[in-house]
């Protein structure tokens, strides 16, 4: 039970008022609604997901698709980092997946990306592939707005990463 100055974090699926929350929320965080990963555009802003409350306020999202025993995390991010809300996320999608009987959740990140290589291995997720110059790709031929680098980091390669459930 939190004390009385500590924030409390609720999760709970997308409603249909959340719709233009989400829209915003997607377009702030990653500058469009549209993820480019595995050679293909998917559209955030259609998928299912979660939303993270932090005292009845709308601060986190999670996106994802769910294919039988295979679900995808397409988004995950919070508004205020380093206080829970994106665990809190990654673990009510993969209740979600367990109590669909998944057996593998699976997402993918870009090489610049090292806040979430440590957030996802920190969480139990394995690298398991890279997809050398995906983005590179992804960038000439699906989302020419996605940046060249990020913190001096070229951005060019997609790794993927897993969780395995059974």
């Given amino acids: 039970m939190p ?3 500590e924030s409390v974090i609720t999760i709970r ?9 989400r829209h915003e929320f997607l377009l ?3 500058g469009s609604t549209m993820v480019a990963r595995r050679e293909e555009l998917v559209d955030a802003d259609k998928l299912p997901g979660l939303v993270a409350l932090l005292d009845g306020r709308p601060t ?3 996106s994802y698709t769910a294919a039988a025993r295979e679900w995808e995390l397409v988004t995950i991010d919070a508004v205020i980092r380093g206080i829970g809300i994106g665990r809190a996320l990654l673990r ?3 209740a979600l997946a367990v109590a669909a009987n998944a057996g593998r959740i699976w997402l993918v990140t870009t090489n610049d990306n090292t806040a979430a290589l440590r957030f996802y291995q920190r969480n139990g997720y ?4 890279l997809h050398r110059n995906a983005v ?3 960038r000439l031929m699906r989302k020419p707005q996605i940046p060249l680098s990020a913190d001096g980091i070229p951005i060019r390669h997609e790794l993927e990463l897993e969780r395995i459930l059974d």
């Fill in 3 to 5: 004390r009385s100055n």
């Fill in 13 to 21: 699926p997308l409603t249909a008022d959340d719709i233009g929350w």
């Fill in 28 to 30: 702030e965080s990653w």
């Fill in 136 to 138: 590179t790709r992804a």
């Fill in 126 to 129: 394995d690298l398991t592939a």
């Fill in 60 to 62: 986190g999202l999670a």
């Fill in 92 to 94: 009510a999608v993969e």
